[in-house]
């Protein structure tokens, strides 16, 4: 996935036999390219798995390597950097890992980041001036939130905001309200929206954009998929720039690292690495090791998880202890959410908002008495785990905010593993008898 004549000082680096991504004309499926896409093991004595390579430096064959791959890091010479320099800027652990990412949407390119804040943090700073605006979808994941408004905000950088269901007019208001303030440089959206479920529709933002805006000012569109992607949502395809994984999440899929991606369009992606080989937000080798290891199971995993989902969701919504499931497989025929539904993802997701009928004390007794789900925050692993916003993750956001948001005491997030589901179902039943 690497330009050799990219002149943006990127770091196509890893030397590599060509992998194989087609049989005849056939394509190979990303299930099956994240076993060996990317390495070489006749490049690490016939290792079947890459090393980790723990290294803080690299050793160049020559001064005038070193001279070559320095300029073409810094972006003095067109062509990138030809060779591997220093770990803060990228190893080959992690350059396998940004090959096989990118894979999942057809992107150009991606970069790995320490954790999916980071990624987020370092897409901001690559794009956003003092002065400028950024345009988001809203509600966002809580420290994404506070990083726009509390600071980037102490940077002078301003936001407006639009509900995640907004319909094509309500977002063209939006742009015209942003353009109004100053530059828009991003339109950040996440989808679906954490706790709500309510999902984005990625074509109208950039329908909206396209009337918009025109020539150099066109504002990227980057969009947080870690709830749905990269199996059941693909927001390159609806007209996003760039797509950003929490990897602590279904990526990483076993719960034991934290670890970011940002996959899209490459010139994109090379103005986001300037900024992370700056700063050093990138993942370290062991972590990248690791991350290669769940992507080999990740559709199986995903898979699994949201036949689980499914199943234990069927369960619940018909239950006298419940008032209603939030879980995007139920959308009401006929109605916006499922028109973009429709349109944006391929599956359902293993995590939903569970209401029961009740307030604090209904939702702690059902938590206390879970005995296979686990008692915590996060999602996207194998073992089940459920949590209440309320009292944990959106503790401190404001009263008012909590009720638009539908946070209410009684709601109980969940995010399904890959358990059998029957015992998972079992597990429920018998919580919900404490209730
Ligand atoms: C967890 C999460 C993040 C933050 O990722 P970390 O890896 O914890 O830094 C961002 N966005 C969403 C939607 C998340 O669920």
């Known amino acids: 996935m690497t330009d050799e004549n990219d002149p943006s000082g990127a770091t196509p680096s890893r030397r590599q036999k060509q992998s194989v991504t087609k049989i ?20 690490s004595e016939g290792s079947l798995k890459p090393p980790i390579f723990l290294t803080s430096t690299f050793v160049f064959e020559t001064a005038a390597a070193g001279k070559r791959f320095f300029e073409g890091v810094t972006g003095k010479r067109p062509g990138g950097a030809e060779g591997l320099i220093y770990s803060r800027f990228n190893g080959p652990n992690q350059e396998i890992l940004e090959d096989r990412l990118s894979i999942w949407e057809g992107a150009d390119d991606a970069l790995a ?12 700073l690559a794009f956003v001036q003092p002065g400028d605006v950024i345009v988001h979808s809203g509600p966002l994941y809580a420290a994404t ?25 309500e977002i063209d208001a939006v742009l015209a309200q942003a353009k109004a303030k100053g530059r828009v440089s991003l339109i950040y959206l996440e989808s679906p929206a954490n706790p709500t479920n ?9 329908a909206a954009r396209k009337a918009a805006f025109s020539g150099d000012d066109v504002p990227p569109i980057a969009m947080d998929n870690t709830f749905l992607g990269p199996l059941w949502a693909k927001p390159l395809a609806q007209g996003a720039d760039l797509s950003i994984y929490s990897l602590t999440k279904y990526a990483g899929g076993h719960s034991d690292l934290v670890a970011g991606g940002l996959v899209g369009r490459k010139d994109l992606i090379n103005q986001v690495r300037m ?46 202890k419940v008032e209603t499931v939030g879980y995007l497989g139920f959308l009401e025929e006929g109605s916006r959410q499922a028109d973009i539904y429709r349109r944006h993802c391929t599956g359902a997701g293993s995590t939903f908002s569970l209401y029961l009928k009740g307030g ?14 686990h008692l915590a925050v996060s999602l996207g692993g194998t073992e089940t785990l459920a949590s209440a916003p309320a009292a944990m993750t959106h503790l401190s956001v404001p009263d008012e905010r909590k009720a638009a948001l539908g946070i209410t005491d009684n709601l109980v997030r969940i995010s399904i593993g890959v358990e059998n589901p029957d015992d998972l179902i079992a597990d429920f039943e018998n919580a919900l008898k404490a209730v």
């Open 145 to 169: 939130e506070g990083l726009i408004s509390k600071i980037l905000g102490k940077f002078g950088v301003s936001y407006v905001d639009f509900p995640a269901g907004a319909t094509r007019e």
């Open 360 to 373: 604090e004390k209904e939702a702690f007794a059902f938590l206390d008495a879970l005995q296979i789900a």
């Open 24 to 43: 005849g004309n056939h394509a190979l499926n990303p299930s099956t390219m994240m076993m060996g896409f990317g390495f070489d093991p006749a490049l």
């Open 113 to 124: 980041f320490s954790s999916g804040m980071s990624a987020i943090a370092t897409l901001f």
């Open 275 to 320: 900024m992370r080989n700056t700063i050093g937000t990138i993942c370290d080798p062991n972590t990248a090791w690791m991350l290669l290891r769940s992507l080999e199971t990740l559709e199986l995993r995903m898979d699994k998880a949201g036949t689980n989902a499914e199943k234990v969701c069927a369960f619940l919504r018909d239950h006298p």
């Open 198 to 206: 309510a999902l984005v529709d990625v074509e109208a933002v950039a």
